[in-house]
């Protein structure tokens, strides 16, 4: 079953401005993580955050984990055109971190 | 021609032998990654760097090593390599400021006897 869930499903904005995306799941997690995928192409990891950590940074992103909601955020900050793609978070629950479950996504679309 | 280089390509030793893996991209990316790939697993990642001196762990960090000294290069160091790493390694890099595309090398076979 799925683990991980988006929201919003679907996010417009202009250029400039940030984007916030959310991600809930049901159990305790080793760890979250966010990909990013372009229209016919393959995922990319952006970043990993633990259990026992709060938030991470990298460049316009900001990612943030809150254990006891069981949730976490990606901020994309000062977006741009070519932030346009799909972000998913990916948690990972499994004894041997091999039992990833990806959430359906938020489809991000940023305007010039 | 944009490309992520490993090497070797294969390699087969010896329990507590150490070993590095090298891997060198020439697209000036920020972001660089190790990943193992193991019959019905698939892609697990080892370690990350953002950018330069700046490491992280990612799913199965353990029994490596990495550093990032310089932005193209980027190795993965088994200081005393056991028979459960022996498997498919794959160093992958993406530019930090795009994420758009994330370019993976061509792969190196590890067997530890």
């Known amino acids: 079953s799925q683990q991980g869930e988006e929201d919003p499903q679907a996010l417009s904005i202009q250029e400039g401005e940030n984007a916030t995306m959310n991600c809930s799941y049901k159990t305790s997690i080793n760890n979250l993580q966010w990909y990013r995928q372009n229209s016919g192409r393959g995922l990319v990891h952006l970043i990993l955050i633990r259990s026992n950590e709060r938030e991470k940074h990298s460049g316009r992103l900001r990612v943030t984990l809150d254990t006891s909601k069981k949730s976490s955020s990606l901020l994309i900050t000062a977006s741009r055109a070519a932030d346009t793609a799909s972000y998913f978070c990916a948690t990972d629950a499994g004894p041997n971190n091999n039992d990833m479950r990806f959430g359906a996504g938020t489809r991000l679309t940023v305007k010039p | 021609e944009a490309q992520v280089t490993q090497n070797p390509r294969y390699l087969i030793t010896v329990t507590g032998k150490k070993l590095t893996v090298t891997c060198s991209q020439n697209m000036n990316h920020e972001y660089m990654s190790w990943y193992r790939q193991d019959p019905g697993l698939g892609l697990r990642q080892i370690y990350y760097?953002?950018?330069?001196?700046?490491?992280d762990k990612g799913d199965v960090p353990e029994g490596y090593k990495v550093s990032r000294k310089e932005k193209r290069n980027f190795p993965l160091i088994l200081e005393s390599p056991s028979p459960n790493q022996t498997s498919l390694y794959f160093c992958?890099?993406?530019?930090?400021?795009?994420?758009?595309?994330?370019?993976f090398g061509p792969g190196t076979r590890l067997t530890v006897l």
């Open positions: 992958a890099s993406t530019s930090s400021d795009a994420f758009d595309t994330q370019y």
């Open positions: 760097s953002m950018n330069v001196e700046v490491t």
